[in-house]
């Protein structure tokens, strides 16, 4: 007998494929990045159960430090607190289902009125949105869990968070299996929202409700838009992965895989990327294309027709395509666009052309005597930590970094300082000058506002005043004038247009979060400042970054 985690339904059914193959075994890879992609999401956990274990006066079950135990010493505990009625459990390992084929682990139990439990998980990610038409989002604070509350002009995300909900919905059944669900199959997540006034909470959701889209693999009637419940598309994929496991199983050491891999985004940290990557050609379209990337169902499609590299896609005629195209792609709205964009990407891709300019004559792109390029950074927790300055100034060319930073754990108190201090220098240094500061898309914008309104600031407030008529948006320039194949980004813009590396070998926001934990919580000092310098210097080299591309686009006529 075999069992399938909550994370198998959810996951390309590749890795459970290849998992039960007795040709295939897992490689050996490096853990590093492995641990630097999850580490903001183990931090951002441990964060919000620290708030609410701080916070909750009700009794907890916390089994984070009985992982060393026997699994079935481990089950019988968390089946004893729930026969007491504890009300919160952390971490319980649920006993597994080997008839239905399921072991599990969620992050949160919370008992409900009928003295069931309902699953609750703990995710790095924003689950709900805010909605003018009519919605309601239900939720509850980290320090009353149990206790749930109706908030207008909202709601959960269920489509951008399916994949949260299967999770939930593996553990929900888990749960019925011991008897220990509540009849109403109701779940929540905590993810980074963080909504006015009451701060981080869990948000709810009905797991029976028909609120997400089947699976296009039983989507056999073009014109059936009918939504499913999270169950019942949760049962759909996880029977799937059983009869996948079960059919591998069934395979010589010798037969070849059941199912060709298609590139997605779990190759970047999936352990089997290694036997995968072989199996693909170089030019494949899941590959190669991963900027608004083909989804797994419609990549299969392409190869049922005949066309499973950039270069074949480029090569054929969309408006052939589509007849046969279409009615197997009816899960996504805007298919044919999405094929569209695919095959101007495949063109490009085939002609050796990164980027396609889309207009004519000049760029215009704004200058100054004082030139100060700007990016910030922010914590796991979303605090901004860093403010950092690239001045050009043309009276004496001289260029030079400048950094406000604050390597702690930061509160409001602490971030509004660092931003004030930030902010106070800039004003001296633009006092009676003509001064221009350039970023990057409007995430510095975005970070200053929220900071001045939630401040109330009278520094904050003159720099959201001053960055109205002096603060440029360079990506909207690009975005205007650019089409790239792998997106207009600024390290793929930098890079692969102006000519500009990074020193860092893996540069990114995710990374420097994790680099950012360690400049604070090292094991040691000289790990702390290593990380510190690391954070550092990939900052400077962003804004050094936009000053290549700024300067990039001056040369073109």
Same mark, same amino acid.
């Given at each position: ?87 919160? $459990?952390?971490?319980?390992? =649920? !006993?597994?289902?080997?008839?239905? +084929?399921?072991?599990?682990?969620? @992050? %949160? /139990?919370?008992? *409900? ?32 869990? $149990?206790?749930?509350?109706? =908030? !207008?002009?909202?709601?959960?995300? +269920?489509?951008?968070?399916?994949? @949260? %909900? /299967?999770?939930? *919905? ?50 056999? @009637? ?336």
């Amino acid at each position: 007998m075999f069992t399938l985690d909550a994370y198998a339904a959810r996951s390309c059914p590749v890795k459970t494929h290849n998992a039960f193959h007795p040709g295939l075994s897992v490689p050996t890879r490096a853990e590093e990045g492995l641990r630097e992609v999850f580490h903001g999401g183990v931090a951002f956990q441990a964060e919000v159960l620290r708030e609410l274990i701080g916070g909750f006066t009700g009794s907890v079950f916390d089994a984070r430090d009985l992982t060393d135990l026997p699994a079935a010493e481990q089950q019988q505990l968390a089946l004893a607190a729930m026969a007491e009625g504890v009300q919160v $459990l952390i971490a319980p390992l =649920l !006993p597994s289902d080997y008839e239905q +084929h399921r072991r599990g682990r969620p @992050d %949160l /139990l919370l008992r *409900a009125d009928d003295g069931g439990y309902h699953p609750a998980e703990i995710k790095f990610h924003r689950v709900s949105d805010p909605r003018r038409e009519p919605a309601t989002l239900t939720w509850s604070s980290l320090t009353d869990p $149990l206790a749930r509350n109706e =908030l !207008p002009g909202r709601r959960f995300r +269920h489509t951008w968070r399916l994949n @949260d %909900l /299967l999770q939930l *919905a593996h553990y929900h059944r888990m749960l019925q299996h011991i008897g220990r669900a509540s009849a109403r199959p109701l779940a929540a997540v905590v993810g980074t929202d963080e909504l006015d006034g009451l701060g981080r909470v869990l948000s709810w959701v009905d797991l029976g409700l028909p609120v997400v889209p089947p699976s296009p693999r039983d989507r056999l @009637d073009p014109d059936d838009v009918e939504h499913v419940s999270a169950l019942e598309r949760y049962d759909g994929e996880h029977a799937f992965r059983v009869e996948l496991a079960q059919a591998a199983s069934a395979l010589s050491p010798d037969d070849p895989p059941l199912l060709e891999p298609i590139a997605n985004r779990e190759c970047g940290w999936c352990q089997w990327w290694d036997v995968c990557r072989p199996q693909l050609s170089d030019d494949d379209l899941s590959l190669r294309i991963s900027k608004s990337p083909l989804d797994v169902h419609e990549i299969q499609v392409l190869r049922d027709v005949g066309v499973s590299t950039v270069t074949e896609l480029a090569a054929r005629d969309v408006d052939a395509l589509l007849p046969d195209y279409l009615p197997r792609v009816t899960h996504r709205v805007g298919a044919e666009d999405r094929l569209r964009l695919a095959w101007r990407r495949s063109v490009l891709m085939a002609r050796g052309v990164d980027f396609d300019r889309v207009t004519q004559g000049p760029i215009a792109v704004p200058s100054a005597t004082v030139e100060i390029d700007l990016d910030v950074e922010t914590s796991v927790g979303d605090r901004v930590y860093l403010w950092g300055f690239l001045v050009s100034d043309a009276r004496d060319g001289s260029r030079h970094y400048r950094h406000f930073s604050a390597f702690d754990e930061l509160d409001d108190a602490s971030e509004q300082a660092l931003a004030e201090q930030a902010m106070t220098w800039l004003r001296t240094l633009t006092d009676g000058v003509d001064a221009l500061v350039v970023h990057y898309s409007d995430y510095e914008v975005v970070r200053l506002q929220r900071l001045a309104q939630r401040s109330g600031s009278p520094v904050l407030a003159w720099a959201l005043d001053w960055a109205q008529r002096h603060f440029f948006d360079l990506f909207t320039v690009i975005r205007t004038h650019f089409f790239g194949t792998q997106g207009l980004g600024l390290k793929v813009v930098a890079s692969k247009a102006a000519g500009f590396a990074w020193r860092d070998a893996t540069p990114g926001g995710l990374n420097s979060q994790a680099w950012y934990e360690e400049a604070v919580s090292g094991a040691s000092p000289e790990l702390r400042a290593s990380a510190r310098q690391r954070v550092l210097e990939y900052n400077e080299d962003d804004v050094e970054a936009t000053w290549h591309v700024r300067r990039w686009l001056r040369t073109l006529g």
